[in-house]
């Protein structure tokens, strides 16, 4: 049974290997969903909340990503981008990889043994990162319009270039093995975009265990086997990911932050704040606004 979150059809055919494409309007694609092909995306413009498994990140421009078959992500463009005065755009470009159009044998021709093996191997998500990072975009931006064996060559040169490159960086710690229905996928989404935009208000256990249909002990169990984390830590990294944001681009206090970000205890702020990145909300703010000045 393969898993369903959301299932989400990549418009090509089935006969098609790579296909690019170029995302262009006010936010992304704001449900969490999955599908069988590889990701590559390139974010060109735009900002906002990366969730892709059991990892939850900023993403901006510039910033590079490779997903594996089947990982549940939602790049949430952040709250700005929903508002309808919104004049900013979200760009990304995006090269979907379909193996499956290969069959059993292609893979194992010794010419593409090792890529398959490769292929067979890598589980997850990745951040694409340095001078891998850079090819990889030139390469990117070059692609529309290539067509027939071109298009493949280019294809596997990038494929060859993410196996071969050092600058992949493993997002995810826990990559769940167990199938899920579609009901369950439907209700994780649908939880997942409850939290990702209720994050800042007083979100209790019993109203998102409600919205999933389950009791507050199912939901739990639900929610910690599909994530990794209980979903208290995952509400509190939401909050905390936000209140960085805002540390960053905002001149409210660090009181105003933390009431703004969801948590309505300065000092329990503080805590988790440390907790999940390593510093101090004002020592955060103070090294991230001194990296500017540098």
């Known amino acids: 049974m393969a898993r369903k979150i959301i299932s989400f059809q990549i418009p090509k055919s089935n006969k098609e290997f790579v296909r690019f494409q170029i995302d262009s309007r ?22 906002g909340q990366l969730m892709v498994g059991d990892y939850l990140g900023r993403f901006g421009p510039g910033d590079m990503f490779l997903f594996a078959s089947n990982m549940p992500h939602v790049f949430r463009s952040d709250a700005a981008y929903f508002e309808e005065s919104n004049e900013k755009l979200s760009i990304s470009y995006t090269l979907f990889f379909d193996f499956e159009v290969f069959g059993p044998s292609l893979l194992e021709l010794d010419e593409l043994s090792e890529l398959g093996k490769w292929v067979s191997q890598v589980k997850g998500s990745y951040k694409v990162l340095n001078e891998t990072k850079e090819i990889l975009g030139e390469e990117m931006l070059h692609f529309k319009g290539v067509k027939g064996l071109e298009k493949l060559l280019r294809a596997l040169k990038i494929l060859k270039l993410l196996k071969d490159s050092p600058n992949l960086t ?8 167990r199938d899920y229905t579609e009901t369950e996928g439907k209700r994780m989404g649908k939880v997942m975009n409850y939290i990702l935009t209720k994050s800042h208000t007083g979100i209790e256990l019993s109203e998102v265990a409600d919205m999933a249909h389950l009791s507050k002990e199912a939901f739990c169990r639900f929610f910690k086997d599909r994530t990794g984390k209980t979903f208290t830590a995952f509400l509190s990294q939401v909050r905390v990911h936000q209140a960085s944001q805002l540390l960053m681009e905002s001149d409210l206090s660090i009181a105003q932050i933390a009431y703004q970000s969801g948590f309505q205890n300065l000092s329990y702020f503080n805590r988790v704040f440390k907790r999940i990145q390593g510093e101090s909300p004002k020592e955060y703010r103070l090294r991230r606004l001194s990296n500017l000045v540098d």
């Open 26 to 47: 006010k936010h992304f694609y704001e449900k969490l969903h999955q599908h069988p092909q590889w990701q590559l995306t390139l974010v060109v413009e735009g900002k």
């Open 170 to 177: 493993n997002l995810n710690q826990y990559i769940s093995e």
